[in-house]
């Protein structure tokens, strides 16, 4: 590793993989990057900085790494990681929502990447923060926003969605069987004027839901996880962020995602299979006359995370990683 060529003094304000963050399928990942020395890679989702630290050791004395996130706390420990960098230019840092990154990599003049990163879901600085609302271990205001400078939070939504749509959201987002249920106790409860916490939800679910003696998850897990898709439009973001890097990513370029639930990594696994498609006729039409050209192909099988990785970090435990190469 180029650590000396990397940083002027890591000592000096970095805080891009501080104490409580810790990338998942970071070995994995890099490697899938095939990173060189002077590539052009995107980071589009740079939460703690683990990933891209990596990249930029990497892909020194040369390489260059756009890091983009719509968390407001994230770009500022991007801009500190660019700041301790030999060479800042090699960083270029970006607040926007994966549902626009067409349009800001076109901003910034990126034309080409050799590859892009997508690590999906929650960093553990927004989950171990408490006023951000992520999380129901501490009481804290009900949140969830990424971006907390736009867009309702998801207390917000709690007292002003018909009871019907947040049965929706519960159910399509948390795959919450009693969302009903939990979606008529809420519309109950907005009667008191009593403003919505974590702590104030999650008993609400509880009682609505029961918990089973010696039960390991939460019986609020999957609401807290519906709301939070909902609030920040997680799963609509994916595949506009998908076809924009895949649009710029250089024959042999490698497309790599980690996802940590089911209805993200269904929408990876369905864009890479069209994506490597050699025809899209009808299957009734017995002759191809589509004259399709696959965009990328699959590299490998399904990622998940070492006995060794799960032992050490048990936020991994849901990660699955795939990889895509550009033809």
Not at 36 to 41: A, D, L, N
Not at 71 to 91: F, K, T, V, Y
Not at 112 to 117: H, I, Q
Not at 178 to 204: C, D, F, K, M, Y
């Amino acid at each position: 590793m180029r650590e000396g060529a990397l940083v002027k003094n890591r000592a000096a304000g970095d805080t891009s993989a501080g104490p409580g963050h810790v990338p998942v399928l970071l070995d994995e990942a890099i490697s899938a990057l095939n990173v060189e020395p002077g590539g052009v890679y995107l980071d589009g989702t740079f939460g703690g900085g683990g990933h891209s630290r990596r990249i930029l050791e990497a892909s020194a004395p040369d390489g260059r790494l756009i890091a983009v996130d719509a968390d407001l706390a994230a770009i500022e420990r991007a801009r500190q990681l660019r700041e301790s960098l030999e060479r800042p230019a090699r960083l270029t840092v970006i607040h926007a929502n994966l549902r626009a990154l067409d349009a800001v990599l076109r901003e910034a003049g990126v034309e080409r990447l050799d590859g892009g990163l997508l690590d999906l879901g929650l960093s553990s600085y927004q989950l171990d923060t408490a006023e951000r609302g992520f999380s129901f271990r501490h009481d804290a205001p009900l949140d969830m926003r990424f971006d907390q400078s736009t867009g309702p939070s998801a207390a917000e939504l709690l007292d002003t969605l018909p009871e019907a749509e947040i049965a929706d959201i519960l159910y399509r987002y948390g795959e919450e069987k009693r969302s009903r249920r939990i979606a008529s106790a809420i519309v109950a409860a907005r009667s008191s004027g009593e403003p919505w916490t974590t702590g104030r939800l999650a008993v609400l679910v509880e009682r609505v839901v029961g918990r089973r003696p010696g039960g390991a998850i939460h019986p609020a897990t999957r609401t807290f996880q519906a709301l939070r898709i909902a609030v920040n439009g997680e799963l609509d973001a994916i595949e506009p962020a998908l076809n924009a890097i895949t649009d710029r990513l250089r024959p042999g370029g490698r497309l790599v995602v980690i996802a940590f639930h089911s209805l993200e990594d269904r929408i990876v696994k369905r864009f890479i299979a069209d994506a490597s498609r050699t025809c899209v006729c009808p299957p009734e039409q017995p002759v191809c006359t589509c004259d399709a050209s696959p965009r990328l192909r699959r590299v490998g099988k399904p990622v998940r995370p070492s006995d060794a990785e799960l032992e050490a970090n048990v936020r991994s435990r849901s990660s699955i990683m795939r990889v895509a190469e550009r033809l």
